[in-house]
């Protein structure tokens, strides 16, 4: 709930309060928060709902009572991108402030005679905070760092504004953690600096935008009672095509297109190349994909008949990599193959481990490249479903080594157990016993 916190009355709930308004408040829009304290004092703001967001002209009536009388010195803390959810994942919002990035701004709120918090600014509020500061206070804003305000001569006769940019979370060189953090140590040797000047000021604190923006159904639009969850439909990106004149005749996809020069590998599927250079026809199908970083990757298949199995069937005969001069060609003939009606799927053909493209041993400069094509599927022929592949060939067949040994054990264990029981079956017990009372059983040996 945003409200005034004078520190006379509560000196150390105020940023604690600040955490408490911040959790519970929800929203259908986007917004960022606004944090506002003075040396001097601020008017109270009303109280209102939790989950309200304040507009821009709520804003802009405030910011006129605030800065209605007499000249003041504003400190703008602009940062590029702020939200809610960086107080509460970053601020150490679970008692854990010896954690907290946010410790300076701590301080500075406790320390205040008094602070407002609005947990959500409407965004296009935010965006205009520059310019309704500058409309309250009748100056235009001086861009300044802690340098440059240390040698700053400020005239507190009349009205200042005074920006300080700090910079958001893009999560290449420091975590979000430690740019928040950063951004506090800028906050927190500002207001030393402001107080070694001995200088009134009014310290406000946002965001230009959003940095996180979570679209949210409002409770009277959602439907009362159970409903099944739908799991949510990944993007699939669309195979690369090759149109001839009477159609599609070429389709390649792959998850990943690796290659490497070096043990430094690149993936070409984040790519997206040109075809120049593609033919087809009823028996070949050459597949050129021109990138724009120079590399050129082709694949050159065929097809023919074969009288043993009555049909014909396609191989991927090479292929061939272009980059800087250099040429690498890789035959997969020996195991890339389909019915020609079919297309050829593998989850992962290489050149380097069971690998089914074999370096050519006529160029030396294949052995310093390799090839990793991940969820690879490659149709040159009979393209009957026009932008679907037909039917595929899959390189792991249907008995692999596994189901052999399997087979072959179960059979072997089977011959065990049949030749037992035969065995069993053709033992033959005595007809007749010998009785210890009567006369001894004689067996002629003519039986």
């Known amino acids: 709930m945003a409200g005034a916190k004078r520190s006379s009355q509560r000196p150390l709930m105020a940023f604690i309060g600040l955490f408490f308004a911040i959790i519970a408040t929800g929203s259908s829009t986007a917004q960022v928060p606004l944090l506002m304290w003075s040396s001097d004092g601020l008017p109270p703001l009303a109280s209102s709902t939790a989950g309200h967001i304040t507009s821009k002209d709520q804003l802009t009536a405030y910011l006129a009572s605030a800065f209605g009388s007499g000249p003041k010195t504003v400190l703008l803390f602009l940062q590029d991108k702020l939200s809610k959810d960086d107080f509460t994942v970053f ?49 235009s804003p001086l861009l300044v760092d802690a340098d440059t305000l240390s040698h700053l001569s400020i005239n507190t006769s009349a009205s200042n504004l005074l920006l300080i940019n700090l910079p958001c979370c893009t999560g290449l060189q420091k975590s979000c953690k430690e ?15 402001m107080k070694a000047k001995n200088v009134p000021y009014t310290a406000i604190y946002t965001g230009l935008q959003p940095s996180r923006v979570i679209s949210e159904t409002s409770v009277s639009e959602q439907t009362v009672g159970r409903s099944l969850l739908q799991a949510a439909v990944l993007a699939v990106k669309p195979p690369i095509m090759f149109n001839s004149s009477d159609g599609p005749c070429i389709m390649l996809w792959a998850q990943n297109l690796n290659i490497s020069f070096s043990n430094t590998w690149s993936d070409l599927a984040t790519q997206t190349p040109s075809l120049t250079g593609s033919v087809c026809n009823s028996t070949n199908a050459l597949l050129v994909l021109n990138y724009e970083s120079g590399i050129t990757l082709s694949f050159a298949m065929s097809q023919r008949f074969y009288s043993v199995s009555a049909r014909n069937w396609f191989t991927l005969d090479s292929v061939q990599l272009q980059s800087s001069g250099q040429t690498a060609t890789f035959i997969g003939s020996r195991g890339i193959y389909a019915p020609a009606e079919y297309s050829f799927h593998c989850q992962s053909v290489n050149s380097f481990q069971d690998a089914l493209l074999v370096p050519s041993n006529t160029n030396s400069n294949t052995t310093q490249w390799k090839l990793n094509f991940i969820d690879f599927q490659i149709q040159g022929f009979g393209l009957v479903k026009g932008t679907d592949f037909s039917y595929a060939s899959d390189c792991a067949s249907f008995f692999t080594p596994g189901i052999w040994m399997g087979l072959l054990t179960s059979l072997l264990m089977l011959y065990i157990f049949a030749y037992g029981l035969h065995m069993i079956m053709q033992l033959n017990t005595m007809d007749r016993f010998d009785d210890p009372k009567g006369p001894s059983i004689s067996v002629p040996q003519t039986e």
Do not use: M, R, Y
């Open 91 to 139: 601020g150490g919002a679970f008692g854990n402030k010896q954690d907290s990035a946010f410790k300076n701004l701590e301080a500075a709120l406790q320390s205040s005679s008094s602070s407002v918090t609005l947990p959500a600014l409407e965004w296009s509020g935010s965006a205009a905070i520059l310019g309704l500061l500058q409309e309250e206070l009748g100056v």
């Open 179 to 193: 740019v928040l953090h950063d951004n506090d140590e800028i906050i927190g040797k500002v207001l030393n600096i």
